[in-house]
């Protein structure tokens, strides 16, 4: 009994894709399909540094930028420890009275 149902079941389903069509596209579907594709291949106008060539030059120019302030940042820290190192070392002594001896 529970196969005949069964069987009654798979008869049901199959005979319900009897009346499944192929699916059709409107007409000139492919037509503008293929003239939107094409339209968007173009690169837009308002994006004048999207190419390669511009961007490698941005990112080198960028990048010798950001090595010169580098190199100027440790020039300016190796001429300014020098001499501030000597002068904050007494002022700090000078503070904290540490030039005097203190005997135990």
Not at 5 to 13: A, F, P, R, T
Not at 75 to 101: D, G, I, V, W
């Amino acid at each position: 009994m529970e196969s005949k149902n069964l069987h009654n079941q798979i008869e049901e389903s199959l005979s319900s894709l009897d009346g499944v069509q192929r699916a059709a596209a409107p007409d000139f579907f492919y037509t503008r399909l293929t003239a939107r594709m094409e339209k968007e291949l173009t690169t837009p106008a308002w994006i004048p540094f999207g190419k390669p060539v511009w961007l490698i030059a941005t990112l080198m120019v960028c990048l010798v930028m950001n090595a010169l302030m580098i190199t100027q940042s440790k020039h300016n820290k190796t001429s300014t420890t020098t001499t501030n190192t000597s002068s904050s070392l007494q002022s700090f002594a000078a503070e904290y009275e540490l030039s005097s001896t203190v005997n135990y």
